[in-house]
């Protein structure tokens, strides 16, 4: 139901998410600040609090005021005592942003001040974040939850074991990043990660529910304003099955493997979801989808701007946290401007002619002996995301720009020459390697049946990756014609890669492919597949025949990223990055920004 806004608040209070952590990076500095813009050009006086100086959004011209101050009830009280906002700001904060918006509203804070919860009510946070409601809420709405169990204690995770055999699912309440939770796939593991679980969990309760390792896991991404208008921004498939976090699973946006009517259907569900939360602004939905039947159950709610809308912003063009800002302080979608083309309205569903795939970044090469599994329980630090108009050549981008050892598809652990055992056991156990031992298992010729029977990974995935060991194979014997290497280019291969294949030195592809006039071209990220003429759009490369990107005018100077977070390389060089381009652009010289993150 749509219901009726207060006037806009005169000033707003925003929460921003503190340290980085595992599954809190720099997502939410990206949205806190987008925010912050947003609602300053409303008139909006905004009041930032965060406790982690090395972020864009504490910078003194993001925010009116900014309280570099710990994340606690306390000094949020005393901000407000000093600052009286009329409204606070917590989805832009990840899980750290809800959980104080939760605790400062039970404490009376808010109430006490005067002070309204903007964007997502208190009930629907309730009801999102803790299993038991949102389990019941399901219910009402007619929505298909995975067989589970409200537990408190051991004894009750005993109590649904005893009727649900294993493996068993362990989801922690109020945690992020699958924080205390896992797969049980024994009763001592049970113990072990039920007992962490509900340390974790600020209110002691985990969801312990039927495992459905093997169903796909997919996201949407969705948008409602305070006039019920709702819209989906994209969806997301996860390559890994259920059973990896969302976080450590290589992501590919829009979803490959659905058919029309599955597509339409997890739609439908979404917006049925936030309608019935009540929430305004931006939310995350996923789902288990069982690929053999139309069967699905609703995961979870992420009732907040989330990892995976930055993901799906930068994929779609589409600037979720500043239209979540301004919903948030009673806007439309249809009278908010897609700053895109600067011509239509944000009530529209982006459309995408390219694919996006997001690859994690993982802290292994930091802790070698570390356990490289990867399960419910988020591991990564980072991610890269990468653009093309194939599959073939975006996982293959993705891949390089991790900046690991693994340099390429091309590498394979020295330990698996002659053991295609060990191969197999890396593509039936997910680890932070599975990409690249599926690659050595089809240059084995394992059949794409078996790898789906070991690893439940879409066959859509593998025949793609198998047509990818296909060309290193014309490569590596036959001559490397005009007509094999612009098929190797747009198929995402590297020049370092196909000399690899082909026994030449990468300098001397590189070469040859100048001498064809073979370069990439440029094309545009505009949330509308070219429909509309973009004005702020940004771009990948390709190798196809139209460039869409004109030169900027001299003097122009390039700033490059830092790639992924990982450990020792965090979001300070994301600040120094954007100051960089910020100081040129301020001295007259335009700036061209190169990242991967």
């Given amino acids: 139901m749509a219901r009726t806004h207060a006037p806009q608040p005169k000033s707003v209070l925003v929460i921003g998410s503190g340290p980085i952590v595992i599954g809190q990076a720099a997502e939410f500095d990206y949205a806190g600040s987008q925010a912050c813009r947003a609602l300053r050009e409303d008139g909006v006086r905004t009041i930032l609090i965060n406790s982690n100086p090395a972020t864009i959004m504490t910078d003194e011209d993001i925010a009116d005021a900014v309280y570099i101050e710990p994340l606690t009830p306390d000094v949020i009280r005393r901000v407000i005592q000093r600052e009286r906002p009329e409204g606070l700001l917590p989805t832009l904060g990840g899980q750290t942003g809800l959980n104080l918006a939760v605790k400062v509203a039970e404490l009376g804070i808010l109430d006490r001040y005067n002070v309204r919860l903007l964007g997502t009510p208190l009930e629907a946070i309730r009801m999102a974040e803790d ?45 992020l990043g699958g924080t205390g939770g896992g797969v049980a796939l024994t009763p001592a593991e049970l113990d072990r990660i039920v007992t962490s679980g509900l340390n974790a969990s600020p209110i002691g309760q985990i969801l312990l529910e039927r495992s459905l390792i093997g169903w796909k896991e997919i996201e949407y991404e969705v948008m409602r304003d305070g006039a019920d208008t709702c819209i989906t921004i994209c969806n997301m498939e996860n390559i890994d099955p259920m059973g990896v976090h969302t976080g450590d699973s290589i992501v590919v946006a829009p979803s490959q493997t659905l058919s029309d009517r599955e597509y339409q259907m997890l739609r439908s569900s979404a917006i049925n979801i936030i309608r019935a939360l009540g929430i305004e602004g931006g939310c995350n939905v996923q789902y288990a989808l069982d690929p053999d039947s139309m069967d699905y159950g609703v995961i979870e709610v992420n009732p907040r701007v989330s990892r995976s809308s930055a993901l799906a912003s930068k994929a779609t063009g589409y600037p979720i946290a500043r239209l979540s800002a301004k919903i948030a302080i009673g806007k439309r979608l249809d009278e908010l401007t897609n700053v895109v083309t600067g011509k239509t309205t944000a009530a529209f569903e982006p459309a995408l002619d390219y694919l996006v795939v997001k690859i994690p970044r993982w802290p292994f090469d930091k802790f070698p002996k570390a356990d490289r599994t990867i399960t419910t329980q988020m591991k990564a630090t980072g991610e890269v995301m990468a653009i093309d108009r194939s599959f073939e050549g975006a996982v293959q981008k993705a891949v390089r720009s991790l900046e690991t050892t693994a340099k390429d598809l091309s590498w394979e652990d020295p330990a698996w020459s002659d053991d295609l055992e060990a191969i197999l056991e890396y593509v039936r156990r997910p680890t932070d390697l599975r990409i690249w031992a599926l690659m050595a298992a089809l240059r084995r010729d394992t059949s794409v049946e078996t790898l789906h029977e070991l690893s439940a990974i879409d066959e859509w995935f593998l025949w793609k990756l198998e ?30 890669h196909i000399g690899i294949c082909s026994g030449r030195a990468t300098i001397d592809i590189a070469a040859i492919r ?18 509309f003429a973009a004005q702020t759009p940004y771009f990948y490369s390709t190798y ?44 007259g010289v335009a700036s061209i920004m190169i990242n991967s993150n």
């Fill in 131 to 175: 299993r038991s409601q949102f389990k019941d809420l399901l219910a009402r709405i007619g929505e298909p939850a995975i067989p589970s169990a409200i537990v408190h204690n051991l004894e009750e995770a005993h109590a649904f074991a005893a009727t649900t055999p294993l493996p068993l699912v362990i989801r922690p309440a109020y945690t």
């Fill in 467 to 496: 047509a990818l060991v296909a060309l290193e194979s014309r490569m590596a014997n036959e001559d490397l014609t005009d007509e094999l290497l612009w098929q190797a280019k747009r198929s995402g291969f590297s020049d370092r």
């Fill in 514 to 531: 100048r001498s064809l006039g073979m370069s990439p071209v440029y094309k545009m990220v505009d949330t509308c597949a070219g429909e």
């Fill in 544 to 587: 196809e025949e139209e460039d869409e990107a004109d030169p900027l005018p001299d003097p122009r100077a390039v700033v490059v990223g830092s790639g992924p977070i990982r450990i020792g390389q965090g979001i300070e060089f994301d600040y120094c990055s954007v100051h960089a381009s910020q100081a040129l652009r301020e001295n």
